[in-house]
């Protein structure tokens, strides 16, 4: 009030502002109360005639506008009014959006930023330091109703959730006052918006000390920022660290002195002076009706007190505001008390543009120009709405410019964060700037401001409903909760989430999997049987080893190869089945390592062939037993076979399997195949064979040739000789079915190298059955028991009628006796 009074005494006293004309004022007491703000509206309008306005005040005076109310609310209620008669009114501390309407509010302007700008500007705070999980208390008000309407109308979209919202009475209720406390105690956000007058605010500042609520961050609005009501000592343990938006402070020249030039003394009509100087010094003027310090506050407990309308003390005049310590005489802040300033000169400014109008243009388009006193207040309104796009200036001020809804248009608000000096003081810190305007908004907020967070770790306060789920995880929405609240689940395997707080998991490529914690994919781990894993090398070791047994066989058939034994039942095709059982034992080293295009092709058909000459030959020398078995049961000399005939079978028996490996290679060959089925976090290296089918028919000529080996061997097993390979063979045979029917089940339970592994156990445990069954017993003569390696202790004799047939698996050839059967037996 005071401020509007020495600028409208500023303006009176300058030459370029209505220079022949004079500014006056009436003051009317709201009381903070709507009733009362109307009430004062309406006796300043009204005049002798009950429905017509009073353009003039009770002074005589001209009325062309109303600045204020402070409150919202008050804002709201007069504004209605005074809208009616289209009498402008310039607001400079009612925020709230609600008078941006400017089809209701048609004739309010305010010179302070609309709620919509300061919503948007905490929303932007909060988005700076990551909460994502705050609280809101409002007063129980238009302003702080519609403030907080405003503020979360600016989330949408932003993942930034309310976790309650409360109001606070303007008149004390216990049962709502324990609400909005019970709403903070019981949640998680530790970030609160606090959009409320501070005179609202008392008994929550209270109630806040005395459930001991510290550990919270307050964002608040321009309405309690700086208000020296809350900003004491005693409450800072529970409201240090807040931060705010402020109105932009200001020096006003002369107005200290102004301040201290206040006296009853002066006026004795003055009852808010006498009112004031009572209440701040607590005495009571001489000779006044002006009741002392009448005041209604609220215990703890909900009960009102009312104090004495009367203090016994009377004041002398003597008293000094020097002498006082209270925000009347602090021009230190002086923010809202700017807008005042700003307000007065907005409506001087209109009234200086009328002054100087100029016939034919509005307002007096049709007639010449009229003067100020008889101007209707709509003729003032047409110029404000003239002028809205227009800017004035204060001296070396900023510019002020109305948008068409009457908010200003760019300005910026002080952030400022409360901080205690000493242990004695709390200072307003500006931290950082938020700047608007028609076409950006920009929150500033510099690195190396120091803001006080009041927390345990006084670093910035962590609000969240839950913590973003870390790498390897997804966030998953829970039913019936804000999206800020949700679950992490782990990345299913094969998908990864590489960057915190991730709706969903990103699946690993082909050949990739993901790792331990899901937070990265890596590289699947290659299986095959390598050589330098110790199964692959023990595989290869027996592989080795049974080569060099084969061949230390041959090595003895070479050098024993005129003995009786060697002789006995074909050399050559002895000399075969090593060569053979060599090439199967060497074969099994293909099966090792990692499978190239080449060994998956070589390697089934190199074991094909190699069983197909082991079997074959020893089928040639099973038909040779058996025949003479047949001789030797039916005492005939019919049945004979020529050598030659039995190395056809063999070269008959390689050619058809090699034809049918030539056709499985050119139709349907082998291939380097990666098996990604059967361990998803594996790749095993395999080799697909291509066709099943061929596969079965080329080594379903090994099974034939074996079937027909141990059956001509079985049949003739009773051969009457001292040493006779045909039981040997008999059981070689048998133990290469043995091992092949168990290598089946066994080969189809397992996976990956493991198949590979036994497929090469069963290889080399036929092939060493087959070595140790049929050459064993003949080395161990040969080399341990050399004298019995002589045709009379080899051969034995069959017992038949005709004793000039003499059967013996070690007899040689006879070309002089061509009815002999020995042409069966002979190498």
Same mark, same amino acid.
């Given at each position: 009030?005071?401020t509007?009074?020495?600028?409208i005494q500023?303006?009176?006293?300058r030459?370029?502002?209505?220079p022949q004309?004079?500014?006056?004022?009436q003051?009317?007491?709201?009381?903070r109360?709507v009733?009362?703000?109307?009430?004062s509206?309406?006796?300043?309008?009204?005049?002798?005639?009950?429905?017509?306005?009073?353009i003039?005040?009770?002074?005589?005076a001209?009325?062309?506008?109303?600045?204020?109310?402070?409150?919202s609310?008050?804002?709201i209620?007069?504004?209605?009014l005074?809208?009616?008669?289209r009498?402008?009114?310039m607001?400079?501390?009612?925020?709230t959006?609600?008078?941006?309407d400017?089809?209701?509010?048609?004739?309010?302007?305010r010179?302070?930023?609309s709620?919509?700008?300061?919503?948007?500007?905490?929303v932007k705070?909060?988005?700076?330091f990551?909460?994502?999980?705050v609280g809101?208390?409002?007063?129980?008000?238009d302003?702080?109703?519609y403030?907080v309407?405003?503020?979360?109308g600016?989330?949408e979209?932003?993942?930034?959730c309310i976790?309650?919202s409360?109001?606070?009475?303007k008149?004390?209720?216990?049962?709502k006052?324990q609400k909005?406390v019970?709403?903070?105690?019981?949640?998680s956000?530790?970030?609160i918006?606090?959009y409320?007058?501070?005179?609202?605010?008392s008994?929550f500042?209270l109630?806040?000390?005395?459930?001991?609520?510290t550990?919270r961050?307050?964002?608040?609005?321009e309405?309690w920022?700086?208000?020296?009501?809350?900003?004491?000592?005693?409450?800072?343990?529970?409201?240090?660290?807040?931060?705010g938006?402020?109105?932009p402070?200001?020096?006003?020249?002369?107005?200290?002195?102004f301040?201290?030039?206040?006296?009853?003394s002066?006026?004795?009509n003055d009852v808010?002076?006498?009112?004031?100087?009572?209440?701040a010094?607590n005495c009571?003027?001489?000779?006044?009706?002006v009741?002392y310090?009448?005041?209604?506050?609220v215990?703890m407990?909900g009960?009102?007190?009312r104090?004495?309308?009367t203090?016994?003390?009377?004041c002398?005049?003597?008293?000094?505001?020097?002498?006082?310590?209270?925000?009347y005489?602090?021009v230190s802040?002086?923010?809202i008390?700017?807008?005042v300033?700003?307000a007065?000169?907005?409506?001087?400014?209109?009234?200086q543009?009328l002054?100087?109008?100029?016939?034919?243009i509005?307002?007096?388009?049709n007639s010449?120009c009229?003067?100020l006193k008889?101007?209707?207040?709509w003729?003032?309104?047409?110029?404000?709405?003239?002028l809205?796009l227009?800017?004035y200036k204060?001296?070396d001020?900023i510019p002020?410019?109305?948008?068409?809804?009457?908010?200003i248009?760019?300005?910026?608000?002080?952030?400022?964060n409360?901080?205690?000096e000493g242990?004695k003081?709390?200072?307003?810190v500006?931290?950082?700037?938020?700047?608007?305007?028609?076409?950006k908004?920009e929150?500033?907020?510099?690195?190396n401001?120091?803001?006080?967070?009041?927390?345990?770790?006084?670093?910035?306060p962590?609000?969240v409903?839950?913590?973003?789920?870390p790498?390897g995880?997804?966030?998953?929405?829970?039913?019936?909760?804000?999206?800020c609240?949700?679950a992490?689940?782990?990345?299913?395997d094969?998908?990864?989430?590489?960057?915190?707080?991730?709706r969903e998991?990103?699946?690993?490529?082909e050949d990739?999997?993901s790792?331990?914690?899901r937070?990265?994919?890596?590289?699947?781990?290659?299986?095959?049987?390598a050589?330098?894993?110790a199964l692959?090398?023990t595989?290869?070791?027996l592989?080795?080893?049974?080569?060099l047994?084969?061949?230390a066989?041959?090595v003895v058939?070479?050098?024993?190869?005129?003995?009786?034994?060697?002789?006995?039942?074909?050399r050559e095709?002895?000399?075969?089945?090593q060569v053979?059982?060599?090439?199967?034992m060497?074969?099994s080293?293909?099966?090792?390592?990692?499978?190239?295009t080449w060994?998956?092709?070589?390697?089934?058909?190199?074991?094909?062939?190699?069983?197909a000459l082991?079997l074959s030959?020893?089928l040639?020398?099973?038909?040779s037993?058996?025949?003479?078995?047949r /001789?030797?049961?039916?005492?005939t000399? =019919? !049945?004979s076979?020529?050598?030659?005939?039995?190395?056809? $079978?063999? #070269? &008959?028996s390689?050619?058809?399997?090699t034809?049918?490996c030539i056709?499985?290679?050119?139709?349907?060959p082998?291939?380097?195949?990666?098996?990604?089925?059967?361990?998803?976090?594996?790749?095993?290296l395999?080799c697909?064979?291509?066709?099943?089918?061929?596969?079965?028919?080329?080594f379903?000529?090994?099974?034939?040739?074996?079937f027909?080996?141990f059956?001509?061997?079985f049949?003739?097993?009773?051969?009457?000789d001292?040493y006779?390979?045909g039981?040997?063979?008999t059981f070689?045979?048998l133990?290469?079915f043995?091992i092949?029917?168990?290598?089946v089940?066994?080969y189809?339970s397992?996976?990956g190298k493991?198949k590979?592994?036994?497929e090469i156990f069963? /290889?080399?445990a036929s092939?060493?059955? =087959? !070595?140790?069954?049929?050459?064993?017993?003949?080395?161990? $003569?040969? #080399? &341990?028991r050399?004298?019995k390696n002589?045709?009379?202790?080899?051969?034995?004799?069959?017992?038949?009628?005709?004793?000039?047939i003499?059967?013996?698996?070690a007899?040689?050839?006879s070309?002089?006796?061509e009815t002999?059967?020995?042409?069966?037996l002979d190498?």
């Amino acid at each position: 009030m005071k401020t509007m009074i020495h600028t409208i005494q500023e303006i009176n006293e300058r030459k370029d502002i209505l220079p022949q004309h004079t500014l006056g004022y009436q003051i009317f007491d709201t009381c903070r109360t709507v009733s009362k703000a109307m009430e004062s509206t309406v006796v300043m309008l009204m005049g002798q005639e009950e429905n017509k306005p009073n353009i003039r005040n009770s002074t005589g005076a001209y009325l062309l506008g109303v600045i204020g109310s402070g409150g919202s609310a008050l804002s709201i209620a007069t504004s209605r009014l005074l809208s009616l008669y289209r009498l402008p009114q310039m607001g400079y501390a009612s925020t709230t959006a609600l008078l941006s309407d400017d089809i209701e509010f048609s004739t309010y302007f305010r010179t302070i930023a609309s709620d919509k700008i300061q919503a948007h500007a905490m929303v932007k705070l909060v988005q700076h330091f990551g909460w994502v999980w705050v609280g809101t208390i409002a007063s129980d008000d238009d302003y702080g109703k519609y403030g907080v309407k405003e503020f979360k109308g600016n989330l949408e979209g932003l993942n930034i959730c309310i976790a309650f919202s409360e109001t606070i009475p303007k008149v004390y209720s216990n049962e709502k006052m324990q609400k909005a406390v019970n709403a903070i105690k019981g949640s998680s956000a530790k970030v609160i918006v606090l959009y409320a007058s501070d005179l609202d605010l008392s008994p929550f500042v209270l109630e806040m000390v005395y459930h001991n609520i510290t550990d919270r961050t307050w964002i608040a609005s321009e309405a309690w920022i700086t208000s020296a009501l809350l900003a004491k000592p005693e409450y800072f343990p529970y409201f240090g660290g807040s931060i705010g938006f402020a109105v932009p402070r200001s020096d006003i020249p002369g107005l200290k002195d102004f301040l201290y030039d206040v006296h009853p003394s002066k006026d004795p009509n003055d009852v808010l002076t006498i009112e004031f100087w009572q209440t701040a010094f607590n005495c009571t003027w001489p000779n006044s009706s002006v009741p002392y310090n009448l005041d209604h506050r609220v215990n703890m407990t909900g009960k009102a007190d009312r104090l004495e309308a009367t203090s016994d003390r009377l004041c002398t005049g003597e008293e000094r505001l020097e002498d006082l310590k209270n925000t009347y005489l602090d021009v230190s802040q002086l923010r809202i008390t700017n807008n005042v300033r700003q307000a007065v000169y907005a409506l001087a400014y209109i009234l200086q543009y009328l002054s100087k109008c100029k016939a034919g243009i509005p307002p007096a388009a049709n007639s010449r120009c009229s003067e100020l006193k008889t101007i209707e207040p709509w003729s003032v309104m047409y110029i404000v709405n003239t002028l809205r796009l227009t800017s004035y200036k204060i001296f070396d001020e900023i510019p002020v410019t109305f948008n068409s809804n009457g908010d200003i248009i760019a300005g910026h608000y002080d952030i400022l964060n409360w901080q205690l000096e000493g242990s004695k003081e709390v200072v307003f810190v500006k931290v950082g700037e938020y700047k608007f305007d028609n076409y950006k908004v920009e929150l500033i907020l510099p690195r190396n401001s120091t803001i006080f967070w009041n927390t345990v770790s006084s670093k910035v306060p962590h609000s969240v409903c839950t913590d973003l789920c870390p790498p390897g995880s997804r966030k998953v929405i829970e039913y019936g909760k804000e999206i800020c609240c949700f679950a992490c689940v782990p990345c299913a395997d094969g998908y990864v989430s590489e960057k915190p707080d991730k709706r969903e998991c990103t699946k690993c490529g082909e050949d990739y999997w993901s790792n331990e914690d899901r937070s990265k994919c890596v590289l699947k781990e290659v299986e095959f049987l390598a050589y330098d894993e110790a199964l692959g090398f023990t595989l290869v070791i027996l592989s080795i080893l049974g080569a060099l047994v084969a061949l230390a066989v041959t090595v003895v058939y070479v050098l024993y190869r005129n003995t009786p034994l060697v002789q006995a039942n074909d050399r050559e095709l002895s000399f075969l089945i090593q060569v053979a059982l060599l090439i199967i034992m060497l074969s099994s080293l293909i099966f090792i390592g990692k499978p190239h295009t080449w060994s998956c092709r070589a390697r089934q058909v190199t074991l094909a062939l190699g069983f197909a000459l082991c079997l074959s030959s020893i089928l040639g020398k099973t038909i040779s037993l058996f025949l003479a078995y047949r /001789i030797s049961a039916s005492k005939t000399r =019919l !049945l004979s076979m020529r050598p030659v005939f039995r190395k056809l $079978i063999v #070269l &008959l028996s390689v050619l058809v399997e090699t034809g049918i490996c030539i056709a499985y290679l050119l139709m349907r060959p082998p291939r380097v195949y990666k098996n990604m089925e059967s361990q998803v976090i594996k790749i095993i290296l395999e080799c697909n064979e291509g066709s099943i089918e061929f596969l079965c028919v080329v080594f379903g000529v090994d099974v034939l040739l074996a079937f027909l080996c141990f059956l001509s061997s079985f049949v003739a097993r009773q051969l009457p000789d001292n040493y006779y390979e045909g039981k040997c063979i008999t059981f070689g045979m048998l133990a290469f079915f043995i091992i092949w029917i168990s290598f089946v089940p066994a080969y189809l339970s397992t996976k990956g190298k493991f198949k590979v592994a036994v497929e090469i156990f069963a /290889i080399l445990a036929s092939s060493y059955g =087959l !070595l140790g069954c049929i050459f064993a017993p003949k080395c161990f $003569i040969i #080399l &341990l028991r050399p004298k019995k390696n002589t045709a009379e202790t080899v051969g034995g004799r069959v017992p038949t009628v005709d004793k000039s047939i003499q059967l013996t698996s070690a007899s040689v050839s006879s070309e002089q006796n061509e009815t002999a059967v020995s042409t069966v037996l002979d190498d």
